[in-house]
C-alpha cells in the first residue's frame, strides 16, 4: 500500500499537483478505481477516432491511395483492440463490484434511493432560486448514479452490438443492420454526454477549470469535500471505521 501512496504523489507532483501537509484529503477513488478509470478512458478514447474515422469521405480514402489503405486496415485492428480492451475492464469492474470490499462499498452507495428524487427536485429548485440552499449531498448523488447508470447500460449495448458486427457470418442481415444502427448511434450519443455533461460536471465548472486532479490523486481536500458531499463528511466524521476508510493525510 505504502508504494502505492509513494507513486501517486509522485504523478502528481509531475502534473504540478503539490500536496498541503496541514490538510486533510478525503479518498474519492482508490488505486484499482483509478487504473480502471484510466484504462477505460484510453479505450474510450481510441475507439472514439478509430471509429467516427469511418465517416470519413470514400474519396478523400481514395485520393490516399496505398497509405489510406493501410491506415484504415489498422484502424480496424486499433479499434478492435480497444473494444476487447473496454469489456475485458468493465468485466473486471463487475468483479471487482461483487468480490471486492472496496468495490462492494462502491456499489451499495451508489445504488438509487429515494433520497436521490428528493435531491434532484431540491436542487432544481435552488438553481431556480426557489431555495436557499442545495441538497446536502452523499458520497455519490444523483447526477453521479444516472451517468454511472448509463454508462453501464451504453457499454453493454456498444460491447453486444460491436461483437455481432465483429462476426458478422454468423448472423442475418436485419440482425447486423439493428446493431449497426444501435451501435452508431450509441456511439453519437455516448460523445455527446461526455462532452456535454462529464467533462463540464467534472473538469470545466469554474471551481475546477481548466481541470480536476482528482482522476490522477484520488482524492479531495477538506474544503471541497464539505461543499460537494457535506453529508458524506458528516458520516466520515462520526464514524471511526469510514476515517480509516476514506481520510488521508
Given at each position: 500500500?505504502?508504494?502505492?501512496?509513494?507513486?501517486?504523489?509522485?504523478?502528481?507532483?509531475?502534473f504540478g499537483i503539490e500536496?498541503?501537509?496541514?490538510?486533510?484529503?478525503?479518498?474519492?477513488?482508490?488505486?484499482?478505481?483509478?487504473?480502471?478509470?484510466?484504462?477505460?478512458?484510453?479505450?474510450?478514447?481510441?475507439?472514439?477516432?478509430?471509429?467516427?474515422?469511418?465517416?470519413?469521405?470514400?474519396?478523400?480514402?481514395?485520393?490516399?491511395?496505398?497509405?489510406?489503405?493501410?491506415?484504415?486496415?489498422?484502424?480496424?485492428?486499433?479499434?478492435?483492440?480497444?473494444?476487447v480492451i473496454m469489456i475485458?475492464?468493465?468485466?473486471?469492474?463487475?468483479?471487482?463490484?461483487?468480490?471486492?470490499?472496496?468495490?462492494?462499498?462502491?456499489?451499495?452507495?451508489?445504488?438509487?434511493?429515494?433520497?436521490?428524487?428528493?435531491?434532484?427536485?431540491?436542487?432544481?429548485?435552488?438553481?431556480?432560486?426557489?431555495?436557499?440552499?442545495?441538497?446536502?449531498?452523499?458520497?455519490?448523488?444523483?447526477?453521479?448514479?444516472?451517468?454511472?447508470?448509463?454508462?453501464?447500460?451504453?457499454?453493454?449495448?456498444?460491447?453486444v452490438t460491436g461483437v455481432?458486427?465483429?462476426?458478422?457470418?454468423?448472423?442475418?442481415?436485419?440482425?447486423?443492420?439493428?446493431?449497426?444502427?444501435?451501435?452508431?448511434?450509441?456511439?453519437?450519443?455516448?460523445?455527446?454526454?461526455?462532452?456535454?455533461?462529464?467533462?463540464?460536471?467534472?473538469?470545466?465548472?469554474?471551481?475546477?477549470?481548466?481541470?480536476?486532479?482528482?482522476?490522477?490523486?484520488?482524492?479531495?481536500?477538506?474544503?471541497?469535500?464539505?461543499?460537494?458531499?457535506?453529508?458524506?463528511?458528516?458520516?466520515?466524521?462520526?464514524?471511526?471505521?469510514?476515517?480509516?476508510?476514506?481520510?488521508?493525510?
Amino acid at each position: 500500500m505504502g508504494n502505492k501512496e509513494t507513486t501517486v504523489e509522485e504523478v502528481a507532483a509531475g502534473f504540478g499537483i503539490e500536496w498541503a501537509e496541514d490538510k486533510l484529503y478525503f479518498v474519492r477513488l482508490n488505486f484499482s478505481e483509478r487504473v480502471q478509470h484510466m484504462i477505460f478512458v484510453i479505450s474510450f478514447v481510441v475507439l472514439v477516432i478509430t471509429g467516427f474515422m469511418i465517416k470519413i469521405p470514400e474519396d478523400i480514402v481514395v485520393k490516399l491511395g496505398e497509405t489510406g489503405q493501410i491506415v484504415f486496415y489498422y484502424r480496424s485492428i486499433m479499434h478492435r483492440i480497444a473494444g476487447v480492451i473496454m469489456i475485458l475492464v468493465s468485466i473486471y469492474h463487475l468483479y471487482y463490484l461483487i468480490f471486492k470490499p472496496a468495490g462492494r462499498l462502491w456499489l451499495k452507495d451508489m445504488m438509487p434511493k429515494v433520497k436521490d428524487l428528493t435531491d434532484m427536485i431540491g436542487n432544481i429548485r435552488y438553481y431556480l432560486g426557489l431555495a436557499e440552499n442545495h441538497p446536502e449531498f452523499d458520497r455519490f448523488c444523483y447526477k453521479h448514479k444516472l451517468e454511472y447508470g448509463a454508462l453501464f447500460a451504453g457499454t453493454t449495448l456498444m460491447a453486444v452490438t460491436g461483437v455481432l458486427m465483429w462476426t458478422e457470418h454468423l448472423w442475418y442481415k436485419f440482425i447486423l443492420d439493428i446493431a449497426t444502427l444501435v451501435h452508431g448511434m450509441e456511439a453519437i450519443l455516448a460523445c455527446l454526454a461526455i462532452m456535454v455533461w462529464h467533462l463540464y460536471e467534472v473538469h470545466l465548472r469554474p471551481h475546477k477549470f481548466p481541470i480536476d486532479n482528482m482522476w490522477i490523486t484520488g482524492v479531495i481536500d477538506e474544503d471541497e469535500m464539505k461543499e460537494e458531499f457535506p453529508l458524506h463528511y458528516k458520516k466520515i466524521m462520526n464514524d471511526p471505521e469510514l476515517k480509516k476508510i476514506y481520510i488521508k493525510k
